[in-house]
């Protein structure tokens, strides 16, 4: 069984930064992986915001979040961290990760095998 469990959100002004991140286990089923993240605002459809293959050496964002948002992950491997600055009020939703076993980033959220609960980050402006 494979758990996510992300961290992280909370209320920040806009133009402030938060870093959330999502930590895994039970992985043993598989050895490489995509991480991404996603999000889902009230009322609208979830929403793709970045991804990173196992290596780290592939990333891919959102238009909406390139220049803001960094995705990254240690030496650990099984942690994944979103740096989010420049914060705006549009940027308020619910913060999903999730984890693709093909370990090629991609942006579908269909594509993503595994979920966490969620991180609700509020931007006020």
């Known amino acids: 069984q494979v758990q996510l469990v992300e961290s992280g959100g909370g209320l920040v002004q806009a133009g402030g930064s938060l870093r959330l991140s999502c930590a895994v286990s039970g992985r043993s089923v598989f050895s490489t992986y995509t991480m991404g993240w996603f999000r889902q605002a009230p009322g609208k459809e979830r929403e793709f915001v970045a991804a990173i293959n196992w290596s780290g050496g592939r990333t891919l964002y959102a238009d909406s979040v390139k220049g803001r948002f960094t995705i990254s992950k240690p030496n650990a491997k099984n942690t994944v961290f979103l740096q989010m600055n420049s914060l705006k009020a549009e940027d308020t939703a619910v913060y999903y990760c999730?984890?693709?076993?093909?370990?090629?980033?991609?942006?579908?959220?269909?594509?993503?095998?595994?979920w966490g609960q969620g991180t609700q980050v509020t931007v006020s402006s």
């Open positions: 999730a984890v693709d076993k093909s370990n090629v980033p991609r942006m579908v959220y269909y594509e993503y095998d595994y």
